[in-house]
């Protein structure tokens, strides 16, 4: 009964997040993931680290396979090579039964998921200011609502200076 509340958790969690939100969310489940199977090595439970370091495996490919090139192309060769590295880590470890390999993937996966997390912050900070914004406005009477809104943080102007994300899969 437990397990089947927590898939329904985890479905509504999935399908009510932000973009940034789910890549945020897969960095902790490859960080998770990662960790078990550098629990089972320790333990030497050599299929129980086999099968979390093939899933941490498919969460970066499926991060590598989400990049958008069109929108910039520098930038996804940049991420691209990270993800690459993780993922040829995380194949070495389960292949070389390596901890220190995990432990090389790990350091790279908190320290892209503490940069992630900041990234969703402001971008919750640029959307909380916009609604504030326009609900500022909608108390103002309709004239003077125009008249703030020609140049004032309602064109977009504030908002538009916060890098939007796409994130696919």
Same mark, same amino acid.
């Given at each position: /009964?437990? $397990?089947? !509340?927590?898939? =329904?958790?985890?479905?509504? %969690?999935?399908? =009510?997040?932000?973009?940034?939100?789910? @890549?945020? /969310?897969?960095?902790?489940?490859?960080?998770?993931?990662?960790? @078990? %199977?550098?629990?089972? +090595? &320790?333990?030497? $439970?050599? &299929?129980?680290?086999?099968? *979390?370091?093939?899933?941490? !495996?498919?969460? +970066?490919?499926? /991060?590598?396979?989400?990049?958008?090139?069109?929108?910039? !192309?520098?930038?996804?060769?940049?991420? %691209? #090579?990270?993800?690459?590295?993780?993922?040829? *880590?995380?194949?070495?470890?389960?292949?070389?039964? #390596?901890? #220190?390999? +995990?432990?090389? %993937?790990? *350091?790279?996966?908190? +320290?892209?998921?503490? =940069?992630?997390q900041i990234l969703v912050d402001k971008l919750q900070n640029a959307r909380d200011e916009e609604k504030r914004n326009q609900a500022?406005?909608?108390?103002?009477? #309709?004239?003077?609502?125009?008249? !703030?809104?020609?140049?004032?943080?309602? $064109?977009?102007?504030?908002?538009?200076?916060?890098?939007?994300l796409y994130v696919e899969g």
């Amino acid at each position: /009964m437990a $397990d089947n !509340q927590n898939n =329904t958790y985890l479905r509504d %969690a999935v399908l =009510t997040a932000t973009p940034e939100k789910l @890549q945020l /969310m897969l960095y902790d489940g490859a960080i998770r993931f990662s960790t @078990q %199977a550098r629990e089972a +090595i &320790e333990r030497k $439970d050599y &299929e129980e680290s086999y099968n *979390k370091l093939t899933r941490a !495996q498919h969460i +970066i490919l499926e /991060m590598l396979n989400g990049l958008d090139y069109e929108v910039n !192309q520098d930038l996804c060769e940049r991420v %691209a #090579s990270i993800y690459n590295f993780l993922y040829r *880590k995380l194949v070495d470890a389960c292949v070389g039964r #390596s901890v #220190s390999d +995990i432990d090389d %993937a790990l *350091k790279v996966l908190r +320290i892209e998921r503490e =940069t992630w997390q900041i990234l969703v912050d402001k971008l919750q900070n640029a959307r909380d200011e916009e609604k504030r914004n326009q609900a500022g406005h909608g108390d103002a009477p #309709s004239g003077a609502s125009e008249a !703030q809104g020609a140049g004032s943080a309602s $064109d977009g102007s504030d908002f538009d200076s916060v890098p939007r994300l796409y994130v696919e899969g």
